[in-house]
Each structure stands twice: as C-alpha cells, then as structure tokens.
Antibody
Framework: QVQLVESGGGVVQPGRSLRLSCAAS????????MHWVRQAPGKGLEWVAVISYDGSNKYYADSVKGRFTISRDNSKNTLYLQMNSLRAEDTAVYYC????????????WGQGTLVTVSS | DIQMTQSPSSLSASVGDRVTITCQASQDISNYLNWYQQKPGKAPKLLIYDASNLETGVPSRFSGSGSGTDFTFTISSLQPEDIATYYC????????FGQGTKLEIK
C-alpha cells in the first residue's frame, strides 16, 4: 500500500531555512506528481506546491513563491520542500501527498510534519 | 483567480440525518472538484473526485454532484464515524481548497 512519511519539521527562527523530506513507498514514485499541502494550527488546508513525475514542472502558491522550492529524487523515492526566509505565518503541519494522475487530485497523504517558526 | 466559497462553516446533525455541504466557485470550473474528509489529528482523505466519482473503498452513503459553479456533497445517513471536517478542492488551475465544514453530532 502507499506510504508517505514526512520528516524534517521542527522549531526554526524567522528568516532561517528548513528542508522537509517525504519518503515514498508502495507505488512507482517516478510515475506520479507530488504535492505539499500545509495546515496552520486550527485552520484549513492550504495547497503549497506541486512537482511533475519527472521534476520538469513545478508550481507554487503565491504565498510561498520565491521562498520555497519543491524537488524530488526519483532514485531515492523522496520528495523535498526547501523552505527559505521563513515567517511566523509559515507555521503549520506540512503534508506531502501523491497525485492521482495529472496534478489535480491528491489521493494519498502522509501523516504530516510540524514546522514552527518562532524566535 | 478562482475563489471557492464553502458552506456552512459548521454543522450539527443527528445520527441518521441527511447532511449536505455546498461549494461555489467564482467562475465555471466544469467538474474539476474534489471532496476530502479530515478527522481530528489525521491527514485528509479523498472521498469524491471529479465532482461525483466515489473513491475506491469509500462508503456509498457519501456522494457528490454539480458542475460549473455549484457543487454539493451529501452524506445520506450520518454515522458517528463521519465526524470530521470536510473540504472541497477545485483544480481548474492550481489546486485550491475551500474553507472547510466542521461536522458535529447533535
């Protein structure tokens, strides 16, 4: 079965950087697009970024564009989110999710990793 | 940019009730809409894709309908395990979630 395990979360000061990882198993990772979605404490879901199956196409939410970078290593079955210039409003649980087929539907999710941006 | 308006923001119903949640898009998105369930402390789960298609393994009491700008999510007979927050998500362009509907048992 599909398994997605996020890691790399923690407490970080404003302005600093953090890299999240998502280890995938149970499916052919190199065949599917992947997403990052976040959820601030007590708030709703916010889509963050998507990357195509081969890494050639990447799209971002306006709130993170220019600060966050999504990437993947298909040889390691791992998805990444490099987060730079972090702000207090980036505090959230970050989920990685597998796309169904074409960047539109998130049909499998990890358990999430908490990022807290605080001085 | 497309805006999604989901209502109500919260809902209290009794076991066995029919529950309806709506999602309205600011412009025509055809059937490019999904519905997710998120139980407290858990990751979201896809229930309905392409407005009306039931994801594999999802109970048939869940259904979705609509196209264009107006969409409806229905639970035909509310069960205790359905307590969760439900989100719509459009994908006409990049994915965008609705604000969520928190469903509680009366």
């Amino acid at each position: 079965q599909v398994q997605l395990v996020e890691s790399g979360g923690g407490v970080v000061q404003p302005g600093r950087s953090l890299r999240l990882s998502c280890a995938a198993s149970g499916f052919t990772f190199s065949s599917y697009g992947m997403h990052w979605v976040r959820q601030a404490p007590g708030k709703g879901l916010e889509w963050v970024a998507v990357i195509s199956y081969d890494g050639s196409n990447k799209y971002y939410a306006d709130s993170v564009k220019g600060r966050f970078t999504i990437s993947r290593d298909n040889s390691k079955n791992t998805l990444y989110l490099q987060m730079n210039s972090l702000r207090a409003e980036d505090t959230a649980v970050y989920y990685c999710a597998k796309d169904r087929a074409d960047g539109t539907t998130l049909n499998d999710w990890g358990q999430g990793t908490l990022v807290t941006v605080s001085s | 940019d497309i805006q999604m308006t989901q209502s109500p923001s919260s809902l209290s119903a009794s076991v066995g009730d029919r529950v309806t949640i709506t999602c309205q898009a600011s412009q025509d998105i055809s059937n490019y809409l999904n519905w997710y369930q998120q139980k407290p402390g858990k990751a979201p789960k896809l229930l309905i894709y392409d407005a009306s298609n039931l994801e594999t393994g999802v109970p048939s009491r869940f259904s979705g309908s609509g196209s264009g700008t107006d969409f409806t999510f229905t639970i035909s007979s509310l069960q205790p395990e359905d307590i969760a927050t439900y989100y719509c998500q459009q994908y006409d362009n990049l994915p965008l979630f609705g604000q969520g509907t928190k469903l509680e048992i009366k």
